[in-house]
Structure formats: C-alpha cells, structure tokens
C-alpha cells in the first residue's frame, strides 16, 4: 500500500548573521509563519533510539561540526520551544531543527501529491522568511533546498514508506544497500567539490554522499549510515514499520523526486512480495562515493561474484525484479517502470542528455556554462557559491526556477496545485484528518503528532487516534464528520458516542 513523505531541512543564511545565531534564527523563521497552525509537537510519544535490529541504544552519536550553531551563551530551551513546532492546515509539520527550518509533508498516497507537497513545502518555508523580514524588520534571508553548506557541515532529506512490519530487516538491508548506493545516478542533486577537503575542482553526483561511513545504524547526525534503522513507526507498530531514508539528496527537480521515491516504494513492494535481492555489493559506502565521484561516468562497483560492474547495470536487477513482479499494478508503478527505465537507458548512453530532469545533470551544464564563459578552473572557489544558488528556492533568485521558468526542465504538477497544497492535504490519507481539525479547531488543539491531535474544550479532552486511518475507505467517512460538525462540542459527543479511544 503506497504512502511516504519527505522530510526537508533547509540551509539558511541570514545577512548579517553567523552560523551561531541559526538556530535562533530558524526558529524565528518558523514562528513567523502566518498561516492558519497549531501546536505543540508531542515528542513523548517518538523515541528514535529504537533500533529495528531488535535492540535500544542509550544515546544518538552527535556531530561535532553541529557545534558552530551554538553560541556561547546558549542556553537549552524546553524541546517544545526550541523546535517551535507548527503542525499545518494541509496536515504537515514546520519546525526548527538545530539552525534548518525543516517541512515534514503530509502522507501522501499518489507521486503527483507527494511532489505538489514538496513544493508546497518550499513556498510555504519562504513565504515564513518572508514574513520574518517584514515584520520583524532583519535582513535578507535566503533559503536553500540543498544538503551542505560546502564548509563540512550537512543537513538531511529525509524520506519515508509504510512497509509491513514481517519484511525481515535482514532482507530490507540486504536490498537497499546496494540500491541506495547506486540510486544517486538519477536522485543525486550534484555538488562541486569534496568535502570537508573543499573544492577540488572534482563534479559529484550526490551531495550526501560524502557523509556516509556506517552501513546500517539509528543515528542521523553523526557517522551516517546508508540504511537508518530507526523503529518509529508513527502507525500500528504491530502492522507497519516506517522506513526512514536519509542518504538522499534534496531535489529541485520535480521529475527527480518522483523517480527516487517511486523507485524506492517499488523496492520495498518487491520485498513485501518476498523477493529478495540476489546481488551484494563489497563496500556500498565506499561505492557511493565513488559512484558520485567519478568523471568517467562509467560509474562502476565491485559486484560480490562479479566483479567491476556498471552502477546501471546495478540499477536494471532491482528495475527487471519491479517488471516482472508489478507491472499493471496501477498508474503510479507503470509510471516510475517507463521513467526508470528511459532514465537508466539515457545514463548507459548519453548521461548530459538528461538536463531536463535530473538535477545534477542541470547543475552540471550550468557550472560548464559558468566555467567556460569566466575561463576559469573547476577549482575556483566561486563555484560553490554558484552551485548554492541553484537550490535557492525563491523564484526571482534561484538558477533551477530560471531553468523552470525558462521551459527547460520537465515539470509533473503546476503552480495552481501547489499553491492549493498550502492549505490542502491529501485527501486519502489521514493528513486530511489532521488537516482539518487543524484548520478548524487550531485553537482547541493541546498537543499533536503524526498519529495523534489531544483536542480540549473546556476541562475536556479527547485523544483523536489516526493510527485505524490507513486506508481512503478508512479517512473518507472520518473526514466527513468533522467537516459536518458544527462545533468541537459536537465532534467530541460524537466520539464518545462511538467510544473512540
């Protein structure tokens, strides 16, 4: 059963602001927010040391380059208001993480919502920013949907799928090792340099891939693995697991997204199914980089039996698996089967060709326009600044929306759906129920999560439970009695009619 979402912490720059002042500055950024919000978060209920393999860790490893955001006289806030949590009308989370406004979308059933959320979520980060120099009088700030502030310090794109809880974790991992490490060749958002050595005048593919060096392990800030195996499901732990992917890139491009998570979401229905990968890969973090590194485009790996082989080729055992095993099943799997294979045909044959639609591709061709035109070498410094404005996501600033603007990239939503994403959730997922009590009920709201709105009225309160909302038959009816009620007094007799707990 599809459903996923993407996570997005983004870079912020602040004029006359240094790094130690970003987390008050994001968080500033986030309260700035004027739209229609509630709050606050109830982190009680997440515990992200809960390992998949079965076991608790006693702490998250933390990363010392994180410490450049704190200022001397930092004090630690309560999480409540250090995170400034606004859960929105269109059933997303806005927050501060540690110096990134991050947008969290809503579950989304279909490709075409999850990437008009995305967006949204771009429009709905600057139209806070916005807000924030208005009102508040502070230089420009500018936000940047990337991954590194090329100074060694890096921020996530987070994805995550509903996958069922009996897929063993041996069988998860033995898949996604090496289709993530070869994934890049299509999501990757390109970067100059390497870091933390900077600009070395080398191209990658991937902006993470640099940050790797664990295969598999809970943490995110600090020796990141390729596959997290954090356990928090936010949903009936006895049915589901949520896979939390963060070794992807932050895409600008629409048809990037798209591919990656659909790709992805037909890995884990392989699995579901009961195939399992029959390919191994000797070092998938060393093959990352090296996949993101080389200028040869052969992109090769060392194959456990086989030896040095193409990544696209790496590539073409998951995609014959997803044709064989689930083609027809629906419009979104043959969607992301024709697209994958196109793409994996493009990147064997003429990689430059897909300027259109992958982002590192279209970062590529604009640095070799720059480098040309300047006469200068690939080393110069000045690239990594050209690189950031490719991901600055207003309109009037950021070189992907002059490409967009220009015709020259493949689009699959439009700007009437995404501006209707700002205020609207999916509406076969149970973000429409959040959504709505959200935009109703905002200020009867005590506390809410993924899984849970605590609604007050007066010395009352009910827990609204979301976890039974897995299917559209499910939140259709639901959603519908919340928009008939004529107040929360209503909803709440309603609910104890039913006895909801």
Request: hydrophobic share 35%; with cysteine; glycine share 8%.
């Amino acid at each position: 059963m599809p459903l996923f979402g993407i996570e997005t912490e983004y870079g912020i720059a602040v004029e006359g602001k240094g790094a130690s002042d970003l987390v008050a500055e994001s968080r500033a950024v986030v309260r700035a927010y004027p739209g229609t919000a509630a709050g606050p978060w109830y982190y009680r209920g997440e515990d992200s040391r809960n390992d998949m393999r079965g076991f608790y860790v006693d702490r998250l490893s933390q990363d010392p380059e994180d410490a450049k955001f704190d200022s001397p006289d930092h004090k630690p806030l309560p999480v409540e208001e250090e995170r400034g949590d606004r859960i929105l009308v269109n059933g997303a989370r806005l927050y501060n993480d540690h110096g990134h406004p991050e947008y969290s979308t809503p579950e989304c059933r279909t490709l075409l919502d999850l990437v008009t959320h995305d967006k949204a979520g771009e429009r709905i980060v600057l139209e806070a920013a916005r807000a924030r120099m208005e009102h508040d009088g502070v230089g420009q700030i500018d936000i940047y949907k990337n991954n590194t502030d090329h100074h060694g310090s890096s921020y996530g794109t987070h994805e995550n799928y509903l996958v069922k809880r009996g897929v063993p974790f041996s069988d998860l991992l033995s898949a996604l090792l090496p289709f993530f490490a070869t994934r890049i060749l299509y999501a990757g958002a390109g970067k100059i340099g390497i870091e933390p050595n900077g600009n070395s005048g080398v191209y990658q593919l991937s902006q993470r891939a640099d940050f790797f060096s664990e295969e598999a392990s809970v943490d995110t800030l600090y020796r990141r693995p390729l596959v997290n195996t954090r356990d928090e499901p936010h949903a009936d732990p006895r049915e589901w697991r949520r896979l939390h992917v963060i070794c992807g890139d932050a895409n600008m491009s629409e048809f990037a997204t798209a591919l990656k998570v659909g790709t992805t979401y037909l890995v884990t229905s392989l699995l579901e199914e009961g195939w399992r990968a029959p390919i191994r890969l000797r070092n998938p973090v060393q093959a990352i980089k090296n996949v993101s590194r080389d200028p040869t485009y052969r992109w090769l790996v060392d194959v456990e039996g086989q030896g040095k082989t193409p990544a696209v080729d790496v590539q073409r055992v998951f995609l014959a698996a997803a044709k064989e095993r689930l083609a027809g099943r629906g419009a979104d799997t043959d969607w992301t089967l024709r697209a994958w294979e196109e793409t994996l045909n493009s990147l064997e044959s003429n990689p430059l060709s897909l300027d259109d639609r992958l982002d590192w591709v279209a970062k590529r061709a604009l640095l070799a326009d720059y480098v040309e035109s300047e006469g200068i070498p690939w080393s110069d410094e000045s690239l990594a600044s050209f690189d950031l404005a490719y991901s600055n996501i207003d309109p009037e600033e950021g070189l992907y929306y002059a490409l967009e603007q220009s015709g020259a990239m493949v689009r699959l939503t439009d700007d009437a759906a995404i501006d209707a994403a700002r205020t609207n959730a999916p509406a076969e997922t149970r973000a429409a129920i959040r959504g709505a009590l959200v935009e109703r009920f905002s200020e009867n709201i005590g506390v809410a999560s993924w899984n849970k709105v605590v609604l007050r009225s007066g010395q009352e309160s009910w827990v609204a439970d979301l976890d039974p909302y897995v299917t559209p038959e499910d939140v259709a009816p639901e959603l519908a009695r919340i928009i008939a009620a004529p107040d929360l007094n209503a909803l709440l007799r309603r609910y104890r009619e039913q006895g909801q707990k």
